[in-house]
Each structure stands twice: as C-alpha cells, then as structure tokens.
C-alpha cells in the first residue's frame, strides 16, 4: 500500500530578537533568539556564522522537514530515486530553496502544559529548541531525525 506524506512539519516566519545576549561563546558560532508571528513560536538556535551570517532585527524563513524530497513523497518508490549528491548530480530538493541546512536528532520534548510545548534538537552538537503552541508540534517525534532549513 502507498501512502503520501509530507516532509515538511514545521514552517514559519521568525524576526531575530537577540544574538548572542550571554557572550559570544565560540568563534564561528552564535546562538539567536527568534519570535514568529504566524504560529507565536520562541526559536533557540545555534548556527555557523560564517556560513549564515543574520543580524538583529532580521527576518528568516524556518522549515523542519524529515526528508529533503521536495513536497509530497511516495514512500514505495523512494528506495529508486537518485539521492542528493555533493557534486550536483542526483536529484534536487528542499536544500536547493534554502541558503542553510542542517541534519540532526530530536532529543527532548517537553510539554510543560497541555496547551504549551518545547521540542529540542542536536545538529551536530548545535542546538536547537522550538517553543509554543503545542498544536503547530505534533509531527515532531521525539528520536526522530530532522533536516533543519533556514532562508534569508
């Protein structure tokens, strides 16, 4: 039986409130400080600095996905797609739309109340954590693995 799903679980618009506002701990890293107004959401991350420089006050596109198959996938035909490769043959997707990409694990979530929760994630020892509403949450699984993908 196929079935269709899709790889995107979480998506919004974040504007920078603070970077870095307890010192700067690492020379190519920075921790931000974020606030949607669509889904009223708090973003903790940390990212390279090099790769993704963002100021205060800057605005950014923020998706979760748990494939980078752009849009709806058909889970019985995916073992025969090329996959993405370093040297741009293979197919494209959702890394192509977005200026950084990140794979990690989802470690804790933590549903402080019934309408209130944060999730929390590890990219490679950059770490994440996504509070708010529970409702805009619940496709995120704890031990799951999460491609994060940040626009300008």
Known sequence: MTSITNN????????INAI??????FDRVSRLYAHSKNCDMDLTLDYNVELLPLEDKQSFSFALATSLSKG???SDEKDDAPVWRPDGKGRKGLEEDYDYVM??????FDSGNSEQATVYA???GLLMSLS???RHLTSLVLGDSIYLLLRR
Not at 8 to 15: A, C, G, L, Q, Y
Not at 20 to 25: R, T
């Open 103 to 108: 794979y990690g694990k989802i470690y804790k």
């Open 8 to 15: 995107v679980v979480f998506d919004d618009i974040f504007t």
């Open 72 to 74: 709806f996938t058909d």
């Open 122 to 124: 590890s990219f490679g």
């Open 20 to 25: 870095d506002k307890e010192g700067k701990k």
């Open 132 to 134: 708010g509403g529970f």
